[in-house]
Nanobody
């Protein structure tokens, strides 16, 4: 099964910004909602944000509302996550997958985001 490929992570200072990208092709990712998830060390993977196929509907976990923005470019099979005003608690490995229900695709390697205080 095709895995998504996440990129754009790195080290940022608190208050800084990063933009993540997820290249996700294949039938599983070709239609419907896509989302970003994250897993901090020692914690369960959690939902972060989701976007509908046309981009008209988005949703976010409360902890990132007003700071993160999800978007997508269907022509490029790519989903983005713009992260502003980063906090140390945003430190995690970030993944993308389908959203609106249990994620249906394979999990990729993710991209590490580390925010220093």
């Amino acid at each position: 099964q095709v895995q998504p490929v996440e990129s754009g992570g790195g080290l940022a200072q608190a208050g800084g910004s990063l933009r993540l990208s997820c290249a996700a092709s294949g039938r599983t990712f070709s239609r419907g909602y896509m989302g970003w998830y994250r897993q901090a060390s020692g914690k369960e993977r959690e939902f972060v944000a989701a976007i509908s196929w046309g981009g008209e509907t988005t949703s976010y976990v409360d902890s990132v509302k007003g700071r993160f923005t999800i978007s997508r470019d269907n022509a490029k099979n790519t989903v983005y996550l713009q992260m502003n005003s980063l906090k140390p608690e945003d430190t995690a490995i970030y993944y993308c997958n389908t959203a609106l229900g249990t994620p249906r695709g394979s999990w990729g390697q993710g991209t590490q985001v580390t925010v220093s205080s």
